[in-house]
C-alpha cells in the first residue's frame, strides 16, 4: 500500500498568485501522477512527474502554468502559477503501487 | 479524442435497492478500474478488471468488463446509507502508457 500526504489540504488564493502543493509518499515510487478535478467535475490528468527529467504534461496543460518538480523517489510538487478563479478546484496526487493507484486526499484551492 | 462515458450522471435509490453505473469506451481498452469518491473525500482505488468478459465481486459490489473490452459496469446489490458517493470508472488505452480516461462519474444517493 502507499500513504500520500498533500499539503496544503485548503486554500483561499487571491488571483495572479501562486501557490505550490506539495505531495509525500511513504515509499519509493517510480512515477507520480498530478490531476485537476473541478467542481463537480470527473479527474483530468495534469502531468507525470518523473524523477530525473522533465515532467510530461497532457494536452491542455503546459509548464508555465502548472511547474512541477520531482527530486527524488518520495516527493513531488506542483505549482499553479498566476491563478485565476478558473483554478478553483481539487488538485491530487497519485502513485501507482503494485497494479494499485493511490490518490493523495486532495488540495482544495479557491481562487478568489 | 478518446472519451469514457458513464451513465447515468445521477442516481438516487431508497436504502435496499440495487443500484447500477455504466462506463462505455470509444476504443478498446487495455483495462479499467473503478473508484469511489465520498463527499467531501478523494478517490479510493476499488478493482481492476483486465480480462475480456471479467467478473469480479466484492461483498455487494459486482464489476464486469464487456468481451469487447469497451465497456464496463458496477451493480450494488441492496445499497446501504454507506454506498453513498460518487462512483467513476477510468480506463486505460493499450498504448496510451498509464494514463489514465476518467469517466464523468455517477453520484450515488441513497434514501434512509
Known amino acids: 500500500s502507499a500513504v500520500i500526504s498533500q499539503k496544503p489540504s485548503r486554500d483561499i488564493c487571491q488571483r495572479g498568485t501562486s501557490l505550490t502543493i506539495q505531495c509525500q509518499v511513504d515509499s519509493q515510487v517510480t512515477m507520480m501522477f498530478w490531476y485537476r478535478q473541478q467542481p463537480g467535475q470527473s479527474l483530468t490528468l495534469i502531468a507525470t512527474a518523473n524523477q530525473g527529467s522533465e515532467a510530461t504534461y497532457e494536452s491542455g496543460f503546459v509548464i508555465d502554468k502548472f511547474p512541477i518538480s520531482r527530486p527524488n523517489l518520495t516527493f513531488s510538487t506542483l505549482t499553479v502559477s498566476n491563478m485565476s478563479p478558473e483554478d478553483s478546484s481539487i488538485y491530487l496526487c497519485s502513485v501507482i503501487v503494485g497494479n494499485t493507484i493511490y490518490f493523495g486526499e486532495g488540495s482544495w484551492l479557491t481562487v478568489v | 479524442g478518446q472519451q469514457v462515458m458513464q451513465i447515468p450522471q445521477y442516481q438516487h435509490v431508497q436504502e435496499g435497492e440495487d443500484f447500477t453505473t455504466y462506463c462505455n469506451s470509444s476504443?478498446?481498452?487495455?483495462?479499467i478500474q473503478w473508484y469511489k469518491q465520498r463527499p467531501g473525500g478523494h478517490p479510493v482505488f476499488l478493482i481492476q478488471?483486465?480480462?475480456?468478459?471479467e467478473v469480479k465481486k466484492q461483498k455487494r459490489l459486482t464489476f464486469q468488463f464487456g468481451e469487447a473490452k469497451k465497456n464496463s459496469s458496477l451493480h450494488i446489490t441492496a445499497t446501504q446509507t454507506t454506498d453513498v458517493g460518487t462512483y467513476f470508472c477510468?480506463?486505460?488505452?493499450?498504448?496510451?502508457?498509464?494514463?489514465?480516461?476518467f469517466g464523468g462519474g455517477t453520484r450515488l444517493m441513497v434514501k434512509p
Open positions: 478488471l483486465v480480462k475480456s468478459g
Open positions: 476504443t478498446t481498452l487495455s483495462n
Open positions: 477510468a480506463g486505460r488505452i493499450g498504448n496510451a502508457g498509464n494514463m489514465l480516461t
